[in-house]
C-alpha cells in the first residue's frame, strides 16, 4: 500500500496559478502510473490528469487541457499538476491516486487506481 500526501491547494482568483504536489511513500513510487482527480461539492470526483510511471505518457480531461499540466519527479516521489489560467470552474477538492498495479501506460480509468491521499482544496473567485 501506499500514502499519498497533497498539498499545494489555496484561495486564488480566476486567471492565477497553482502547483499542486503529492508526495507518496510506502511503496516504489516509480513503478506507478499517477493521476489526479477532483470533487467539487454536490458532485461526481472526475478525473483531471494521469502520468505513465514514466512520464513519458499523460492525459488530461478536455476541461483543463491546455491549462494544467501533470509532471513527476521519481527521485523525489512526487508528482505535480501545474494548474494555470485557473477559472472558478476549477473549484474543487483534488485528490492525487495510485496505480493499483504496473501498467504500460498512464490511465484514466478511476478503477485502476487503489490508493488515494485525502485531498487539498483550490477555490478560484471570480
Known amino acids: 500500500q501506499v500514502q499519498l500526501v497533497e498539498s499545494g491547494g489555496g484561495l486564488v482568483q480566476a486567471g492565477a496559478s497553482l502547483r499542486l504536489s503529492c508526495t507518496a511513500s510506502g511503496r516504489t513510487f516509480g513503478s506507478y502510473a499517477m493521476g489526479w482527480f477532483r470533487q467539487a461539492p454536490g458532485k461526481e470526483r472526475e478525473f483531471v490528469a494521469a502520468?505513465?510511471?514514466?512520464?513519458?505518457?499523460?492525459y488530461y480531461a478536455d476541461s483543463v487541457k491546455g491549462r494544467f499540466t501533470i509532471s513527476r519527479d521519481n527521485t523525489k516521489n512526487t508528482v505535480y499538476l501545474q494548474m494555470n489560467s485557473l477559472k472558478p470552474d476549477d473549484t474543487a477538492g483534488y485528490y492525487c491516486?495510485?496505480?493499483?498495479?504496473?501498467?504500460?501506460?498512464?490511465?484514466?480509468?478511476?478503477?485502476?487506481?487503489?490508493?488515494w491521499g485525502q485531498g487539498t482544496q483550490v477555490t478560484v473567485s471570480s
Open positions: 502520468i505513465s510511471w514514466s512520464g513519458s505518457s499523460t
Open positions: 491516486a495510485a496505480a493499483k498495479r504496473i501498467l504500460a501506460a498512464a490511465t484514466t480509468n478511476r478503477a485502476d487506481f487503489g490508493s
